[in-house]
């Protein structure tokens, strides 16, 4: 019977890191920043997420699974995680502490693998410290390598007698549905990773599935997170977003926005699953909820 080892390791250009494994899948979470997972995939394989090679002076762009507040602010959003974190390993994981910075926010990132197959949950936790409530909303974010394409569902959410709208697609300034890596099926969106292509896109969604995957050479990463149709979810409803420019894949999903009082935690969890042998002609198929 498989179990899961967890284990601190000495990585190359993290120094210190904690390595979970269950001898099918394993992860990557250094110490020495974060909180973030910087490589995921199985076990002996490539890292499905994108690293890069060094950071940048604007704000720091590392790559891999990190955990930000929406609404995006210039001036919140991005606060450096460079900065060692406090961890505890676990029998089946880490958590992953951020000491409050300027914006009075303490960030955490729990991980806990299955003890077979290839899912993960990822526990990511907001805790205003301040003094007064500020209305933010948990934001998940997983930088994915290139050459893939991103699946967002957009099934009907309603009864087709219905005279009302029941979904609705975001769009950002610097986007466009001319955009010849958008495309659209009949309960699907579809947005292609493209190094030719023309910069960078951006789209959510608000239909209330509750999934995100990627596919990308044979392999597809899945992610599954809780919707509440009752909630208010940041940029106009959205609970699902993709990012794509000429080097990466961004998937990111949100919890709902609300106002969070002085010392309150707000949790969003997500459930990662890989599955591997995906032919493209197979594709909706591996993604499908039964599937993995």
Known sequence: MSQVTVERVTHDRWDDAVAVDNGTIELLAPTTIGPRITEFG??????EFHLFESVRDEWPLL????????????????TPDLEPVEFTMREDGVRLTKSPGEDNVEKAITVRMAGTGASVEVTHELTNVGQWPVEFAPWAL???KAHGTAVVPFT?????????PDRSIQLWPYATLADDRLSFGEEYLYLEQDPDGAGETKIGTAAGDGWLAYLNDGHAFRKDFAHDADATY???GSDTEVYTDDYITELESLAPIQAVEPGETVTHVETW???????EIDATAAIEPDAI
């Open 42 to 47: 199985f076990e002996g394989g490539r890292n």
């Open 63 to 78: 790559g891999g699974h990190r955990l930000w507040h929406a609404p995006e602010d210039r001036e919140r959003t991005y």
């Open 142 to 144: 997983t930088v994915m």
């Open 156 to 164: 009907p959410q309603a009864d087709p007698e219905s005279l009302l």
């Open 234 to 236: 940041p940029d106009l």
């Open 273 to 279: 699953t890989l599955e591997d042998g995906v032919e």
